[in-house]
Each structure stands twice: as structure tokens, then as C-alpha cells.
């Protein structure tokens, strides 16, 4: 069993950046794949980047590619999410999750935390 606790959210302006932590605690992350998903009110949860179980391949969505960066980092059992260039339309609960492959569908993936929350003013 993993469990997984998101922090770093908060209230940001259009251009700042952010950074999001994902700290998982009972097994070690080097067993899974980890991504990122964020659902805004209204709509379905989606997905936002992901890295490989060993760090070595990543995948982003069309939306945030070129801003946002997922990292790991094994010695901590977290990942990050680094947000540059935020946009009001990022606006909206992220969530960390653990599995056994890169997916952009959300039922693939074994774990989630939480939630934080991002929100972005114009």
C-alpha cells in the first residue's frame, strides 16, 4: 500500500510559477510509475505529466508541454511538479498518483493523494 500527500498549492498570479511535492510513505516509489492529474470544478480529472519508474522517460500534456516539469527524486520517495508560466486556465485541484505504467487515463493509476490546490489570477 502507498500513500501519497501533495503540498506547494496555492493562490499565484499569471506568469508565476510553483512548485508541487508529492511525498509517498509506505513502500518506495522506485516500484512505480508517477504522474500528475488535476481536475478543475466542473470537469473530469485529466491528466498533466508522468515519469517512468526509473526516471528516464517523461510524458506531458499538449497543455502545460514546455512549462510544467515533473522530476523525482528517489533519496526523498517524492516527486515534483515544477509550474512556470502559469495560466488562470491551470487553475485547479492536482493530484499525485502512483502505478505501474505511464497512462494519461486516471484508472490506470493504483494511487492517489489528495489533492492541492492551484488556483491562477489574471
Known amino acids: 500500500q502507498v500513500q501519497l500527500e501533495e503540498s506547494g498549492g496555492g493562490l499565484s498570479q499569471a506568469g508565476a510559477s510553483l512548485r508541487l511535492s508529492c511525498v509517498a510513505s509506505?513502500?518506495?516509489?522506485?516500484?512505480?510509475?508517477l504522474g500528475w492529474f488535476r481536475q478543475a470544478a466542473g470537469k473530469e480529472r485529466e491528466f498533466v505529466a508522468a515519469?517512468?519508474?526509473?526516471?528516464?522517460?517523461?510524458k506531458y500534456a499538449d497543455s502545460v508541454q514546455g512549462r510544467f516539469t515533473i522530476s523525482r527524486d528517489s533519496a526523498v520517495n517524492t516527486v515534483y511538479l515544477q509550474m512556470d508560466s502559469l495560466k488562470p486556465e491551470d487553475t485547479a485541484v492536482y493530484y499525485c498518483?502512483?502505478?505501474?505504467?505511464?497512462?494519461?487515463?486516471?484508472?490506470?493509476?493504483?494511487?492517489w493523494g489528495r489533492g492541492t490546490q492551484v488556483t491562477v489570477s489574471s
Open positions: 498518483a502512483a502505478g505501474g505504467v505511464i497512462s494519461p487515463a486516471p484508472r490506470h493509476w493504483n494511487y
Open positions: 509506505g513502500r518506495h516509489l522506485n516500484a512505480y510509475a
Open positions: 515519469v517512468s519508474r526509473g526516471g528516464g522517460s517523461t
